[in-house]
């Protein structure tokens, strides 16, 4: 799998960015789909996931309420809707799929995803 993230940019706080990842190669369907994101100087953190057929989304406590995951299955996509940017929003997010079946717990470990996706960066000014 393949993947390439795009809708990054500058917006300011409390503005709304959608960010998109397209993937190419079989089977996308069969794969969890995350988000992640990593700031100057910081580790890369998980911000969110959705499992093989939608049905079920997990999210930082970060960004609960403001972000929202969704995918479609038949155009190999997935995207992040990010409403209510803070400052603290600012990183380079970059998608990710893992091949297991999704846990709430194992969804959200940065190093149990297979593929990336380059990252496009996200900056909030205030």
């Known amino acids: 799998v393949q993947l390439q993230a795009s809708g990054g940019g500058l917006v300011q706080a409390g503005g709304s960015l959608r960010l998109s990842c397209i993937a190419s190669?079989?089977?996308?369907?069969?794969?969890?789909m995350g988000w992640f994101r990593q700031a100057p100087g910081k580790e890369r953190q998980f911000v969110a996931a959705?499992?093989?057929?939608?049905?079920?989304?997990l999210y930082a406590d970060s960004v609960k309420g403001r972000f929202t995951i969704a995918r479609d299955n038949a155009k190999n996509t997935v995207s992040l809707q990010m409403d209510s940017l803070k400052p603290e929003d600012t990183a380079v997010y970059s998608c990710?799929?893992?091949?297991?079946?999704?846990?709430?717990?194992?969804?959200?470990?940065?190093?149990?995803?297979?593929?990336w996706g380059q990252g496009t960066q996200v900056t909030v000014s205030s």
């Open positions: 190669g079989r089977a996308f369907s069969r794969h969890v």
């Open positions: 990710a799929a893992d091949r297991n079946s999704y846990n709430e717990r194992r969804s959200r470990d940065v190093r149990l995803y297979d593929y």
């Open positions: 959705i499992s093989w057929s939608g049905e079920s989304t």
